[in-house]
C-alpha cells in the first residue's frame, strides 16, 4: 500500500503537469499510467498549447489581456462555456507558462503568425500570438526513459517543430539535410515529442517516476472525501493511498464504444488519440457520484481513412486538416452539393457532420467526400504522394467528373452544378455560400504562396483527370466528464467539491464548451488545471499533515 500526499492518473499533458507542480508545492506524488509507455496524446500532438495574454506575447509587442481572451471565448460559447472556468483558465495561463518555464524544462516559443480559429470574432487574433509550442528536445537528456514515451503514427519522432511543419506556419520552412542529421545524432524531437519529453524529465528530475502498466480502476472513499485509487498493476491489484488527493487525468472516453453511443451528440467514427483512453476515470467518478459537463462535446476533426493499420492493430486514421484549406478542392456529401467552408478549423466540421434533414431522417452530410483535381494534385500533392508524383491508388479517380459521381454514387448532374457554381465564386474571388476565404484562419492553413489573399484557398477545379476520398467524422478526444469548480475540485452532484478529487485534461468537462479557440485549444486548458489542481492537492495534503 504505497502511501503518497498526491496522486496523478494519467501521463499526458495535464497529469504531468499536474505532477511537477505538486511536488514543488511540498507534496510527495504518485503517478500512474495504464499504457507501457507515457505521454498519453500529448506526445502524439503537435503540442501546440494555447495560452492568451502569455508573456512572450508583450515580447513581440502583442497586445493581449485576460479580459480580451475572456471576451473572445464567451462569444463563442453558444450558452456551453462556464464563464468562471473560462476566467480561471484565462487568468490562470500566462502564470502557468511563467512558472513552468523558471522551474521545468519546459520552455515555450510563440508559433508566430498561427491566427486564433475564429479570428474576426471579438478580440481574436489573426495575426496569432497566443499558440506556443515548445523548442526541439533532445531524448538523450532522458536517459533510460528515451524509449518509454508513446510515438505516434502521424507525426512519429518529429523530428521538426510545429513552426516547421506546414500546420504551424504557412511558409514551411525546409530543414537543410545536414541540419535533420544534426537532430537525429542527438535525437532531438519537436512538436508533442518535445513536449512530453520535457514535461517527463521535470518529472524526473524531481525523482517521480511514472509507474506504468498501472490502471487505475477505482477511488477509494472515506467519510466522503477520496482517500486513494486501486490500481491494477504488473504486481496485481492493490489500493495508493493519498492524503491531499487523487487527479484525474485520463483522457478522454473516445475509445469506449459504448460511451461514444451513449453520450456523443452525433457520430464519431474515427478517434485518433492513444488507444488507452477508453473513459476509465469517467467511470470511476461516476460510480461515487460525480456531476458530468459537457458529454456530448469532442474536439472534432475530419479524418481520412489511409489502408493499413497504425501499427497497434487499429484504422490509420489520417487527421485531415491541411488538405481541405488548399485550392482546386471541395467537399461535398452524397447530394452533391457542398455543404461547409471546407477550410474552416476541424472542430467546427463536428457541427456540419451532425446536421440532420428532419424529413428524409438522415445525416445531411454523410458520407462525404473531399473531391480535387490534377492541379491539385501536381501543386500539392495529397496524402502519402509528394507534388508531382501519381495520386496513392486508394484515392478515386476518374477522368470527368460524370465518371467520378458515379463512382461516388452521388448525382452527376449535381456534382457537375456544386463544381460549376464553386468555380464561379472563385473567379469572382469570393465564397458567397460559405465565405471560404473570408477568415484569416483560411488563408493561413491554405497555399502558402498566395498566404493572406483569397486565393490562398479558392482555386476552381477545372483540370482531369479527377479525384475524390471519403472523410469521416473523427476526434482528437472526447471533452466531457466530471464537472470542477475553478481550482479542479470535482464536484458532486450538488454542485459541492468532493474533498481529495480533481481533474484535468480531456477528462474533466471542458472549460472550453463546444469551441476551439486556436492551435493548442486542448493541451493549453489540460496544462492550465492540471497546474491548479496539483497546486490545491499538494496544499490539502499540507493541511492535513499539520493537523
Ligand atoms: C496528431 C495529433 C495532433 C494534435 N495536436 C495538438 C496540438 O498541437 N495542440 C493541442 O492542444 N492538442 C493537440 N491534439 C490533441 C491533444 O493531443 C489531446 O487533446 C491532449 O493531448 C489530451 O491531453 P490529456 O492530458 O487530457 O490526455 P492524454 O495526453 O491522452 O493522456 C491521458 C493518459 O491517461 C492514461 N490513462 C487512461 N486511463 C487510465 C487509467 N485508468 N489509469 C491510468 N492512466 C490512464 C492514458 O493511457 C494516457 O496516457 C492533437 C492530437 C493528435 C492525435
Known amino acids: 500500500m504505497p502511501d503518497y500526499d ?25 503517478v500512474f499510467e495504464k499504457a507501457d509507455k507515457v505521454g498519453g496524446t500529448t506526445a502524439w500532438s503537435g503540442g501546440m498549447i494555447w495560452i492568451p495574454n502569455n508573456h512572450h ?4 509587442g502583442i497586445d493581449d489581456s485576460a479580459d480580451d481572451a475572456h471576451a473572445y471565448l464567451m462569444s463563442l460559447s453558444h450558452g456551453l462555456i462556464n464563464p468562471d472556468l473560462a476566467r480561471a483558465y484565462v487568468d490562470t495561463g500566462p502564470e502557468m507558462v511563467q512558472w513552468m518555464e523558471e522551474n521545468t524544462p519546459a520552455k515555450f516559443v510563440i508559433v508566430e503568425g498561427f491566427p486564433d480559429y475564429h479570428p474576426e470574432h471579438p478580440f481574436g487574433k489573426p495575426g496569432g500570438g497566443r499558440s506556443l509550442e515548445c523548442p526541439l528536445f533532445s531524448f538523450d537528456e532522458l536517459g533510460d526513459w528515451r524509449d518509454r514515451v508513446t510515438v505516434g503514427y502521424d507525426y512519429g519522432k518529429a523530428p521538426i517543430t510545429m513552426a516547421e511543419s506546414p500546420l504551424g506556419s504557412a511558409v514551411p520552412q525546409v530543414v537543410p539535410e545536414e541540419e535533420r542529421e544534426r537532430r537525429a545524432r542527438h535525437d532531438e524531437r519537436g512538436s508533442g515529442q518535445a513536449l512530453a519529453g520535457r514535461l517527463l524529465k521535470g518529472c524526473l528530475d524531481r525523482g517521480i517516476e511514472p509507474v506504468t502498466n498501472a490502471r487505475a480502476v477505482d477511488l477509494i472513499v472515506e467519510d466522503d472525501r477520496v482517500t486513494g485509487v486501486r ?65 456530448r462535446e469532442a474536439w472534432w476533426m475530419p479524418a481520412v481513412k489511409v489502408p493499413g493499420d497504425r501499427g497497434d492493430g487499429r484504422e490509420h486514421q489520417h487527421l485531415f486538416a491541411a488538405e481541405r484549406a488548399r485550392p482546386r478542392s471541395i467537399m461535398v456529401n452524397k447530394h452533391g452539393r457542398r455543404f461547409t467552408n471546407e477550410a474552416a478549423n476541424y472542430n467546427a466540421f463536428g457541427a456540419a457532420f451532425h446536421e440532420q434533414d428532419v424529413a428524409r431522417f438522415e445525416y445531411v452530410n454523410l458520407p462525404c467526400w473531399f473531391v480535387f483535381d490534377q492541379q491539385h494534385l501536381d501543386t500539392y500533392g495529397f496524402i502519402n504522394s509528394e507534388p508531382g508524383e501519381p495520386a496513392v491508388e486508394w484515392v478515386t479517380k476518374a477522368p470527368d467528373l460524370a465518371d467520378l459521381a458515379q463512382t461516388l454514387g452521388i448525382d452527376a448532374d449535381a456534382l457537375q452544378n ?15 455560400d460559405f465565405l471560404r476565404g ?31 476520398v471519403e472523410v469521416t467524422s473523427g476526434a482528437l478526444g472526447t471533452k466531457g466528464g ?8 470535482v464536484l458532486n452532484l450538488d454542485g459541492e467539491p468532493i474533498p481529495g478529487l480533481y481533474a484535468a485534461g480531456n477528462v474533466m468537462a471542458s472549460a472550453m464548451g463546444m469551441t476551439y479557440g486556436g492551435a493548442g485549444g486542448t493541451i493549453g486548458p489540460g496544462m492550465v488545471f492540471g497546474y491548479l489542481a496539483g497546486r490545491h492537492a499538494a496544499n490539502l495534503a499540507q493541511m492535513r499533515r499539520n493537523r
Open 438 to 468: 473570408a477568415s484569416a484562419h483560411d488563408t493561413w492553413w491554405g497555399d502558402p504562396s498566395r498566404k493572406g489573399t483569397p486565393q490562398a484557398t479558392l482555386g476552381p477545379i477545372d483540370t482531369g483527370p479527377f479525384y475524390a
Open 482 to 489: 466530471p464537472r470542477t469548480d475553478s481550482e479542479a475540485r
Open 231 to 295: 490500481i491494477d498493476g504488473d504486481d496485481g491489484s492493490y489500493i495508493a493511498n493519498a492524503k491531499g488527493g487523487v487527479i484525474l487525468a485520463t483522457g478522454g472516453f473516445e475509445w469506449n464504444d459504448e460511451m461514444v453511443r451513449t453520450f456523443l451528440r452525433g457520430p464519431m467514427t474515427s478517434p485518433v488519440s492513444v488507444p488507452t483512453n477508453t473513459g476509465d476515470a469517467l467511470k470511476m467518478a461516476m460510480k461515487i457520484g460525480v456531476s458530468l459537463g459537457n458529454m
Open 418 to 432: 456544386t463544381i460549376e457554381q464553386w468555380n464561379g465564386h472563385c473567379a469572382n474571388g469570393k465564397d458567397p
Open 57 to 60: 506575447m508583450a515580447e513581440l
Open 6 to 30: 498526491v496522486i496523478v492518473l494519467g501521463t499526458g499533458g495535464a497529469g504531468l503537469t499536474a505532477a511537477i507542480k505538486a511536488h514543488d508545492e511540498g507534496a510527495k506524488v504518485g
